[in-house]
């Protein structure tokens, strides 16, 4: 993966307009593999279309008579630029044209008028004003502005905003929420989060989803806007997809632990636990409030992976914001025993439980006597040694452990110790197989206590390959100093 570089100044008009056009060619390629992506509700992609208002940049069709979704994608060359009250509602220079909320009101009239029902989605690479009495309060789990909007009283400060609002578009102030309850803020995207989320599309539609075959796609988009080609039936992209095919459709199983995932409508199944957490962003979640919820998110995640085989899918993109005992999880729900192919975008390239395996150096082990019981603890440790600190937990919380076995790379811990997927898996395998090898000398071991320090992705394999142990607790860290907690319990 080849690394991007800074911007050597400041960009010039014709580099404004380009990085507007590839980010927009993004959402363009991005709705073309939702059509051909695992049971698709759209068959058709839209590009610049007339009837549409001014959300016509990127259009989806569904396959109903209902619930076709119209886009407007606008790229900010500086995105600390915020979408706040100025940039809704002031005129562009000249004041000869409307403001951006006019128009996307007028839009809402016009396709309203259609009367299919529709979603209407503002699309940018500028996050939301949190201040703003209004813009502040999207909910996160449907990037609208309701129920919030809905309940605010007409004095509070976002009841006057509403009014304001629908003064400014001169509708009412019912009219004005019926339009908020189809408008989705989806903001704060960045060319690489939206590569990445693009390409976790290609992998489930069973094509390639390298950066090279990515490029391919937004080259395509390019011929289609060039070629004045507006309307890009299925077929059309199936053709376009021909070279990049590598193998059946995946399922899309998105795990929104401790970030939202505003695409969250394209998975074959998501959840959604943020809200099970405390804090205002994703590094301060890091345990649930409710020590339950872990027996909640646990079953959920049980009946997702059983609505996953259920359904017939052998092969699962993983995507979403999640620690490392989630990964582990969610690798023991669609584990290798049952033949089940798992695939995470790690640091931008794709690891997959059926990579290739890699030579590799035998790891390191050390063994430190606990003496509090006749468990097991392991500590996988890639990026750090955690050994010190988990034997002063389990010392300090009377764990029934009988010692604690560490595992770290032959070279030593490292941020990039683990090299890439065929070193992932090599190194996932024999560390189950390490940890199967020290339960053999201590058959008296009921359970075994897991500590992870290293990427999700490798958690998420070594959780896959986990069978024939024991019963195992895999506990999430709090922070430096701060210890421990359990999370997920997996029967033997």
Known sequence: ????????????????????????????????????????????????????????????????ASGDLYGQV?????????????????????????????????????????????????ITNRALDGSHPLLGHADGRTDLLLPYASHAAETSEAGKAIGNWAEHVG?????????????????????????????????????????????????????WVV???????????????????????SALLVVQAIDTDPHADEATVALNWVDMYDGDEPRARVIPRDTDSWNAMDRELAAAAATIENEGWTSTVVRGSMRQATFFRVGTALPQVRQHTLRYLQRGEIWSTAAAKATLGQPTLR????????????AVGTTIDPTDEVVNWLQANQVPIDHLLTVIPAAGPDDA??????????????????????????????????????PGGLALLLGHRWNRTRTTVVYEHLGAGLGYTPAFTIPG
Request: aromatic share 4%; glycine share 10%.
């Open 227 to 249: 070629g004045g080609t507006r309307v890009i039936s299925e077929q059309d992209i199936h053709q376009a997809v021909a070279d990049l095919q590598r193998e059946a459709p």
């Open 367 to 378: 063994r430190t006597p606990i003496k509090l019981g006749n468990e097991l603890a392991v």
């Open 74 to 122: 606008k790229w900010a060359t500086n995105p600390a630029d915020l979408v706040d009250e100025d940039y809704l509602t002031t005129p562009p220079r000249g004041g000869k044209s409307k403001s951006l909320l006019q128009k996307l009101y007028n839009s809402h009239v016009t396709l309203g008028r259609h009367g299919n029902g529709h979603s209407m989605q503002l």
């Open 171 to 223: 509708s009412s102030r019912e009219e004005l929420l019926d339009m908020l309850g189809h408008l989705q803020f989806i903001t704060g995207r960045t060319i690489s989060a939206e590569r990445e989320h693009v390409r976790t599309l290609m992998l489930a539609a069973g094509l390639d989803g390298s950066d090279l075959a990515l490029q391919h796609g937004l080259t395509t988009v390019t011929g």
């Open 1 to 64: 993966m080849t690394a991007s570089r800074p911007a050597a100044g400041a960009p010039s008009s014709s580099g404004v307009r380009r990085g507007g056009d590839g980010f927009q060619d993004l959402f363009v390629w991005g709705a073309a593999m939702r059509v051909i992506g695992p049971d698709s509700r759209f068959n058709q992609v839209e590009v610049e279309i007339t009837g549409a208002g001014n959300v016509d940049d990127v259009v989806l069709r569904s396959r109903t």
């Open 417 to 454: 110790s683990i090299e890439g997927a065929r070193h992932a898996v090599t190194y996932a395998e024999r560390v189950r197989n390490l940890v199967r090898a020290e339960l053999g000398d201590q058959p008296i071991a009921k359970a075994v206590h897991l500590y992870l320090a290293g």
